[in-house]
């Protein structure tokens, strides 16, 4: 009688594991299914705005380069500039020419025009027209590149100062190569964008040992140490935006706490695309990861979007009560069975 009981129990026994295992390797099947679709489809998305965004920002520095640039007036005095007698004259000229253009463009998005002659002696900054005459050859890679191949070079470089999103272009006169001109923006110009897309919170995430080999010392106040790594600073012109400025303040400290949250250092070290989620304040968020690569194609860090979401969230909480609602009534068909 006590063996037949024990037989019984063990079979009951074997069932409930057999039914609970059964059921949960279904549910979590499913679970993760959910998880990885939407990591797929946020992650594809994202990129894609990222991508357009740059691309509609480069579609602008065109636009720029063919209207005001690349026009007969600003040729000719490029070409007088590469005369050393004369190019004191032409850096005037050229200046008091564009310089109403880079004032509209520093009220928009754009943030650099830098001309530059040939074998990338620096011309005229528009930023600093004080500094010029020195080489640039080993300095800037992109203007190196468009000075040897004669071709626009486009894509993110690290500069002396701060790291941009740049377009290079050759020009000519009369099809005698005249020297480069570089139109640029920042991180702050995708941002600001996208945000009127969406209103989330863009940054450049940077790889600190990357950047600080180019930027000088003095210039290092630019950037604002990440929370998330010793090794990752953040490019802080985002954070004194114009779209950020009334709460500047509560921005700065929520992206903190979020950082503080985000265990992340294995994923940062993969270069790939990831998502993680926190909870700050009783709200959700995804934090989503986008490589980026600089035109020497060396990953420098990660454009990374911060926004409010609660699907992955509320899929974990629904997986943890499934779990526990199936380990009930698991439970309870073992009792029946007694």
Same mark, same amino acid.
């Given at each position: 009688m006590i063996k037949k009981y024990k037989k019984e129990l063990l079979i009951s026994f074997l069932f409930f594991i057999v039914l609970y295992s059964g059921l949960m390797f279904y549910f979590?099947?499913?679970?993760? !299914?959910?998880?990885?679709?939407?990591?797929?489809?946020?992650?594809?998305?994202?990129?894609?705005?990222? =991508?357009?965004?740059?691309?509609?920002?480069?579609?602008?520095?065109?636009?720029?380069?063919?209207?005001?640039?690349?026009?007969? &007036?600003?040729? &000719?005095? @490029? /070409?007088? !500039?590469?005369?050393?007698?004369?190019? =004191?004259?032409?850096?005037?000229?050229?200046? %008091?020419?564009?310089?109403?253009?880079? $004032?509209?463009?520093? %009220?928009? $998005?754009? %943030?650099?025009?830098?001309?530059?002659?040939? *074998? !990338?002696?620096?011309?005229?900054?528009?930023?600093?027209?004080?500094?010029?005459?020195?080489?640039? $050859?080993?300095?800037?890679? %992109?203007?190196?590149?468009? =000075? $040897?191949?004669? &071709?626009?070079?486009?894509?993110?470089?690290?500069?002396? @100062?701060?790291?941009?999103?740049?377009?290079?272009?050759?020009?000519?006169?009369?099809? &005698?190569?005249?020297?480069?001109?570089?139109?640029?923006?920042?991180?702050?110009?995708?941002?600001?964008?996208?945000? /009127?897309? *969406?209103?989330?919170f863009y940054g450049l995430l940077q790889k600190k040992e990357l950047i600080y080999k180019k930027v000088w010392k003095k210039f290092r106040n630019n950037y604002v140490q990440s929370l998330i790594s010793n090794n990752y600073v953040w490019d802080k012109r985002v954070f004194n935006s114009n779209y950020y400025k009334d709460n500047k303040v509560k921005l700065i400290k929520d992206i903190q706490k979020i950082e503080k949250k985000l265990k992340i250092k294995k994923e940062l070290s993969k270069n790939k695309p990831f998502i993680k989620t926190t909870s700050l304040n009783n709200k959700n968020y995804i934090s989503i990861f986008q490589p980026i690569k600089n035109i020497k194609s060396q990953i420098i860090g990660y454009i990374v979007t911060i926004e409010e979401n609660n699907f992955l969230t509320k899929r974990k909480h629904r997986y943890t009560n499934i779990q526990l609602l199936l380990f009930i009534g698991s439970l309870l068909v073992l009792i029946r069975l007694q």
């Open positions: 979590y099947t499913a679970y993760k !299914a959910t998880v990885q679709d939407f990591t797929k489809n946020i992650l594809k998305e994202n990129a894609l705005l990222i =991508d357009t965004t740059i691309n509609t920002l480069n579609k602008e520095c065109d636009t720029i380069f063919y209207l005001k640039i690349n026009q007969p &007036k600003v040729l &000719k005095i @490029m /070409n007088k !500039a590469n005369n050393p007698n004369k190019r =004191d004259i032409a850096r005037k000229e050229l200046y %008091s020419l564009l310089l109403p253009t880079y $004032k509209i463009l520093k %009220s928009d $998005k754009l %943030s650099l025009f830098f001309f530059q002659l040939p *074998n !990338a002696i620096s011309f005229l900054r528009f930023h600093k027209p004080s500094l010029y005459g020195d080489s640039i $050859k080993h300095v800037r890679y %992109s203007i190196d590149l468009a =000075d $040897k191949t004669r &071709k626009i070079i486009r894509g993110f470089e690290e500069g002396i @100062m701060i790291g941009e999103f740049r377009n290079v272009y050759p020009l000519f006169y009369k099809n &005698k190569f005249i020297g480069t001109v570089e139109i640029s923006y920042s991180i702050n110009a995708i941002s600001q964008t996208l945000i /009127n897309h *969406n209103l989330s």
